[in-house]
Every structure is written in structure tokens, then in C-alpha cells.
């Protein structure tokens, strides 16, 4: 079985402050991780993903996420938060075989003050 | 990249009436199509699995004579919503998966007076 865990449901940030969002996974199995964004009635974009290459990934829009596997960890980092990086943001976990959905965290809200 | 799209993106419908939604993978074949249902600032819920030519695999809780799915081809998947009450109110979101990675439809919002 698989999970997410998010840490913190709302994340508020200064516009060009750094933006951590928390994410830990339980599997068993070596897992592929994802982080998506989504804004006020619209679907799911896609940031980066995780899938047994690097641990460190960079995504779009100047996100990157460090796989550990210590921690069982996936956390998503930004350098300088724009205002329109506002939006919910989810941390996803599917094994490795591509036959399973995914499996969501409970989402982190962002919110960026100017 | 992979584009998938779903028809409609809103609809209102009254109390008892059935609702379709269709899901499209434009640029690609899928024969896994997955149904999500999202509540107000709520998580994805995964709601069934789609599999072209086969029945649905539906999540423990959600009832199968209420969402009809139907993977009638491999770009094409179809939520049908029957007897809508106001509780099926949602956001339902669909995605489809080329290989592991799964690409997300904008979302059909539905609202049932």
C-alpha cells in the first residue's frame, strides 16, 4: 500500500521568499513520485516527477523537489515565490509498474503575499 | 506532450436527471483511464479505474449502478452520472495514462439543483 502525507495545509510565503512544501511517502515499494499544481477550477498540471534517475528533479516554473529516501521524503522548493505560483499543490505516489493510479496527498494550499 | 479533455467542462442539471461526461485522450492511446472526484478544497478521491473493452474497477464505496463508466474505445471514457442528487455535486476530473505517468483532463464541475 501506498500513501502521502502532506505537512501543512496552507503555506503562505512572501512574494520572493523561499517556498518549501512539504511531502513524505510510505511504500512498499520503490515508488515514483509526482508533484502537481492546480488552480481554482482547472485540472492538474504537471511540476516534475521523480522516477529512479536523479534524485534531485527540476520542474517548470523554477520548482525542483530532492528524492530521500532516508526520509522518505519529496519536498518541493522554489528559491523566490511569484504571485502567481499561488494555487494548490499536491505530492502523488505510484509504484513503479505503471499499472497503478496514483495516490494524492491531501494538497498544500500556497498562498503568496505581496 | 500528452493532452487529454473532457466535455463538459460545466454543467448544471436538476435532481434526478442522468449526466454524461466524456474523457479524451487526444494525442494518445490509453487503455487505463482513471475517474477522480474532487470536493471544495478537498484532495483527489480516486473514484474507478477504466479499462478499454472490460468493466470498470470501482473504489470500495462508490457505487457502480450510480457512476457508469464505459471505455468504449481507447480515447474515449464516459462517466455517466445517474439519478443525480445534490450530494453528487462535485468537480470530477479525469486522467489517462500513456505509460506511468498519468495526464490529467481541466475537469467537469458538477452542480445538481
Known amino acids: 500500500a501506498q500513501s502521502v502525507t502532506q505537512l501543512g495545509s496552507h503555506v503562505s510565503v512572501s512574494e520572493g521568499a523561499l517556498v518549501l512544501l512539504r511531502c513524505n511517502y510510505s511504500?512498499?515499494?520503490?515508488?515514483?513520485l509526482f508533484w502537481y499544481v492546480q488552480y481554482p477550477n482547472q485540472g492538474l498540471q504537471l511540476l516534475l516527477k521523480?522516477?529512479?534517475?536523479?534524485?534531485l528533479v527540476k520542474g517548470i516554473n523554477g520548482f525542483e523537489a530532492e528524492f530521500k529516501k532516508s526520509e522518505t521524503s519529496f519536498h518541493l522548493t522554489k528559491p523566490s515565490a511569484h504571485m502567481s505560483d499561488a494555487a494548490e499543490y499536491f505530492c502523488?505516489?505510484?509504484?513503479?509498474?505503471?499499472?497503478?493510479?496514483?495516490?494524492f496527498g491531501k494538497g498544500t494550499r500556497l498562498s503568496v503575499i505581496a | 506532450g500528452a493532452v487529454v479533455s473532457q466535455h463538459p467542462s460545466w454543467v448544471i442539471c436538476k435532481s434526478g436527471t442522468s449526466v454524461k461526461i466524456e474523457c479524451r485522450s487526444l494525442?494518445?492511446?490509453?487503455?487505463?483511464m482513471f475517474w477522480y472526484r474532487q470536493f471544495p478544497k478537498q484532495s483527489l478521491m480516486l473514484m474507478a479505474t477504466?479499462?478499454?473493452?472490460?468493466?470498470?474497477?470501482?473504489e470500495q464505496g462508490v457505487e457502480k449502478d450510480k457512476f457508469l463508466i464505459n471505455h468504449a474505445s481507447l480515447t474515449l471514457s464516459t462517466l455517466t452520472v445517474t439519478s443525480a442528487h445534490p450530494e453528487d455535486s462535485s468537480f470530477y476530473i479525469c486522467?489517462?495514462?500513456?505509460?506511468?505517468?498519468?495526464?490529467f483532463g481541466p475537469g467537469t464541475r458538477l452542480t445538481v439543483t
Open positions: 486522467s489517462a495514462r500513456p505509460s506511468y505517468e498519468q495526464y
Open positions: 511504500s512498499s515499494v520503490p515508488p515514483y
Open positions: 521523480y522516477t529512479s534517475a536523479a534524485t
Open positions: 502523488a505516489v505510484s509504484d513503479q509498474s505503471g499499472n497503478t493510479p496514483l495516490v
Open positions: 494525442d494518445f492511446q490509453a487503455t487505463t
Open positions: 477504466s479499462n478499454e473493452g472490460s468493466k470498470a474497477t470501482y
